[in-house]
């Protein structure tokens, strides 16, 4: 009888400098040794010299196929003879296919339905007639789940996106990189955290070289699991998370994510998630906004949705860079920290698989986020020249209508409407709620987050 294990095999392997040093050899035939360009404009902004790590570029779009190649390039043959099998948010899924292709391995590859179209092209085109590409739930970890039960009935092998010790190695050949192209270890680096093991393993690499360099990790706002995995003691699984960034947008931390940033003591900021999450460790809670970044430091920190896509907008319009919401993460942090003046910064943009698709929810995101965009409910009387009105006495001269549409009509005097408003400043709010006060109509601003808003906008 072929039995199976009951478990999927783990690979005891160290993440250490020299384990990294080795990896950035043996992905060299696959990978390309990404820029590092100075951004002056958020130089300017911050008062640091900020450094952009442009992964963006690399072959796959992203830093993803990095861990990927190390982990399937280091596979015995009959290894690789019983194929894999590897989960994905759509980054990871490009470096496996990628793989796959070059190294003629067949492998099956399970990815979230949210996955956009873009990325799951992107699989199919790099996998070929190698790799079959499987949708199955609406989260990384739903479809993690069905790979591992792929793996445990199969026999194939596993090529873990983030909590493997090969995977992590080949991630962090990103911070070798940064090291040589500068010439020395930064002394700040931000970068985005998912699953933790990119993280794990560039600050493995760089405080091996420099004890006192800073660290910042940045997680979503709306999927916080390594801040809530360092406040619990351990990897913790969120009830919910928000599969916006959907490349960072996980429910449980890796363990080797957890286990390197709570060996460096990381502190975290506060969430109200966190009043959930049970606590067994000693880690800093810390409330300070902006976060002082100070030598030897580390902080994971978290960014609101609506600010990434601001800054996804603002690295377009300014450096022609074409971030995916992950990619943006560590760039929309930046704003978030007070940097030691003249410090010298390492940023990662992690990638730039980004569907075009999406633009029109990632302006409307950024423009909530910059108090430029509300949503009212107004009672008009059914009676000519309501709406004129409203446009003369409510609206400002630079303020614009983006939606119009009606609820319901359930009375013959009144029916209520939504209405988008688009200001000319965020400083227009409170006279156009003044406006609304005075006026003979029924207005009702919907607040983002509530239950309300979210369901009819």
Same mark, same amino acid.
Request: charged share 20%; proline share 6%; hydrophobic share 40%.
């Given at each position: 009888?072929?039995?199976?294990?009951?478990?999927?095999?783990?690979?005891?392997?160290?993440? !250490?400098?020299?384990?990294?040093?080795?990896?950035?050899?043996?992905?060299?035939?696959?990978?390309?040794?990404?820029?590092?360009?100075?951004?002056?404009?958020?130089?300017?902004?911050?008062?640091?010299?900020?450094?952009?790590?442009?992964?963006?570029?690399?072959?796959?779009?992203?830093?993803?196929?990095?861990?990927? +190649?190390?982990?399937?390039?280091?596979?015995?043959?009959?290894?690789?003879?019983?194929?894999?099998?590897?989960?994905?948010?759509?980054?990871?899924?490009?470096?496996?296919?990628?793989?796959?292709?070059?190294?003629?391995?067949?492998?099956?590859? +399970?990815?979230?339905?949210?996955?956009?179209?873009?990325?799951?092209?992107?699989?199919?085109?790099? @996998? @070929?007639?190698?790799?079959?590409?499987?949708?199955?739930?609406?989260?990384?970890?739903?479809?993690?789940?069905?790979?591992?039960?792929?793996?445990?009935?199969?026999?194939? !092998?596993?090529?873990?996106?983030?909590?493997?010790?090969?995977?992590?190695?080949?991630? *962090?050949?990103?911070?070798?990189?940064?090291?040589?192209?500068? @010439?020395?270890?930064?002394?700040?680096?931000?970068?985005?955290? #998912?699953?933790?093991?990119?993280?794990?393993?560039?600050?493995?690499?760089?405080?091996?070289?420099?004890?006192?360099?800073?660290?910042? *990790?940045?997680?979503?706002?709306?999927?916080?699991?390594? !801040?809530?995995?360092?406040?619990?003691?351990?990897?913790?699984?969120?009830?919910?998370?928000?599969?916006?960034?959907?490349?960072?947008?996980?429910?449980?931390?890796?363990?080797?994510?957890?286990?390197?940033?709570? #060996?460096?003591?990381?502190?975290?900021?506060?969430?109200?998630?966190?009043?959930?999450?049970?606590?067994?460790? !000693?880690?800093?809670v810390l409330t300070d906004d902006p976060i002082e970044v100070h030598a030897g430091t580390t902080h994971i920190t978290h960014v609101d949705e609506g600010a990434i896509c601001s800054a996804m907008l603002e690295l377009y319009q300014n450096e022609g860079i074409i971030a995916e919401p992950a990619g943006a993460l560590a760039v929309a942090a930046l704003d978030r920290l007070r940097l030691p003046a003249d410090a010298t910064v390492a940023c990662l943009v992690s990638g730039g698989n980004n569907d075009?698709?999406?633009? @029109?929810?990632?302006?409307?995101?950024?423009?909530?986020?910059?108090?430029?965009?509300?949503?009212?409910?107004?009672?008009?009387?059914?009676?000519?020249?309501?709406?004129?009105?409203?446009?003369?006495?409510?609206?400002?001269?630079?303020?614009?209508?983006?939606?119009?549409?009606?609820?319901?009509?359930?009375?013959?005097?009144?029916?209520?409407?939504?209405?988008?408003?688009?200001?000319?400043?965020?400083?227009?709010?409170?006279?156009?709620?003044?406006?609304?006060?005075?006026?003979?109509?029924?207005?009702?601003?919907?607040?983002?987050?509530?239950?309300?808003?979210? +369901?009819?906008?």
């Amino acid at each position: 009888m072929n039995s199976r294990p009951e478990t999927v095999p783990e690979h005891p392997s160290e993440l !250490t400098a020299d384990a990294i040093e080795a990896a950035s050899l043996r992905i060299a035939p696959a990978v390309i040794r990404t820029p590092l360009e100075a951004c002056p404009r958020i130089s300017a902004s911050t008062g640091a010299q900020i450094h952009l790590k442009r992964e963006d570029l690399q072959s796959v779009r992203s830093y993803k196929i990095r861990g990927a +190649y190390n982990v399937m390039a280091q596979l015995s043959r009959s290894e690789l003879d019983r194929g894999v099998v590897a989960a994905s948010a759509g980054n990871h899924a490009q470096g496996v296919a990628y793989a796959c292709r070059t190294m003629g391995v067949h492998g099956r590859i +399970y990815v979230p339905t949210t996955t956009p179209k873009q990325k799951r092209d992107r699989i199919s085109w790099h @996998g @070929g007639e190698f790799v079959e590409l499987l949708a199955v739930g609406d989260t990384y970890d739903a479809a993690a789940a069905a790979a591992q039960a792929d793996v445990l009935r199969t026999g194939a !092998t596993w090529i873990h996106a983030f909590d493997d010790p090969r995977t992590a190695a080949g991630q *962090g050949t990103i911070a070798f990189e940064i090291v040589d192209q500068l @010439g020395r270890v930064p002394d700040v680096v931000v970068a985005p955290v #998912g699953g933790g093991g990119c993280l794990a393993g560039m600050v493995t690499y760089f405080r091996a070289r420099r004890p006192d360099v800073a660290i910042v *990790g940045v997680e979503p706002t709306g999927a916080i699991s390594l !801040t809530a995995a360092l406040v619990h003691g351990g990897p913790y699984t969120l009830p919910t998370i928000d599969p916006f960034v959907d490349g960072a947008a996980v429910k449980r931390i890796g363990s080797i994510g957890h286990g390197v940033l709570a #060996g460096m003591g990381a502190a975290v900021s506060d969430h109200p998630a966190l009043a959930e999450v049970p606590v067994h460790s !000693t880690t800093r809670v810390l409330t300070d906004d902006p976060i002082e970044v100070h030598a030897g430091t580390t902080h994971i920190t978290h960014v609101d949705e609506g600010a990434i896509c601001s800054a996804m907008l603002e690295l377009y319009q300014n450096e022609g860079i074409i971030a995916e919401p992950a990619g943006a993460l560590a760039v929309a942090a930046l704003d978030r920290l007070r940097l030691p003046a003249d410090a010298t910064v390492a940023c990662l943009v992690s990638g730039g698989n980004n569907d075009v698709s999406r633009y @029109g929810e990632i302006i409307e995101r950024s423009l909530v986020h910059r108090g430029l965009k509300h949503y009212f409910l107004v009672d008009f009387p059914q009676e000519p020249g309501a709406l004129r009105r409203f446009l003369d006495e409510v609206l400002g001269p630079d303020d614009d209508i983006t939606l119009f549409e009606y609820v319901k009509r359930n009375n013959r005097e009144t029916g209520a409407a939504l209405v988008g408003v688009e200001l000319g400043s965020p400083d227009g709010l409170s006279d156009l709620m003044d406006r609304m006060a005075h006026s003979r109509l029924n207005c009702e601003r919907l607040e983002p987050g509530t239950p309300a808003y979210d +369901y009819l906008t």
